[in-house]
């Protein structure tokens, strides 16, 4: 069972890039898979989450109308489409996969990282001219 992140590199201001989680050993439909990312000198932050069973989607704030979040179950993989990338995105960037129940993570709660209990290797995303 574990989760494999790729995609990260370096990116000018206002481009794009598309980060990518691979599940094994368990279908994406069956957690709720969730992108975190953690700069330098900074705490762990959520980024966007996909609800288990319905997809329900979730952003934090600041990447609202940036940022996507999408899965294909297909490829058994959950995308984030990151666009007008700025400078402040800088990060190593983790997918992880926690409890589908939504009293556990939902609209208010899907960005307690100590509620996710699998965890992918980091990729990391440089936004810089």
């Known amino acids: 069972v574990q989760l494999q992140a790729c995609g990260g590199g370096l990116v000018q201001p206002g481009g794009s890039l598309r980060l990518s989680c691979a599940a094994s050993g368990f279908t994406v439909d069956s957690k709720t898979i969730a992108w975190f990312r953690q700069a330098p000198g900074k705490e762990r932050e959520g980024v966007s989450a996909?609800?288990?069973?319905?997809?329900?989607?979730y952003y934090a704030d600041s990447e609202k109308g940036r940022f996507a979040i999408s899965r294909d179950i297909a490829k058994n993989m959950v995308n984030l489409q990151m666009n007008s990338l700025k400078p402040e995105d800088t990060a190593v960037y983790y997918c992880?996969?926690?409890?589908?129940?939504?009293?556990?993570?939902?609209?208010?709660?899907?960005?307690?990282?100590?509620?996710?209990?699998?965890w992918g290797q980091g990729t990391l995303v440089t936004v810089s001219s």
């Open positions: 992880a996969a926690g409890p589908a129940e939504p009293w556990i993570l939902g609209p208010d709660t899907w960005n307690r990282f100590q509620e996710y209990d699998l």
């Open positions: 996909i609800h288990a069973s319905e997809g329900e989607k």
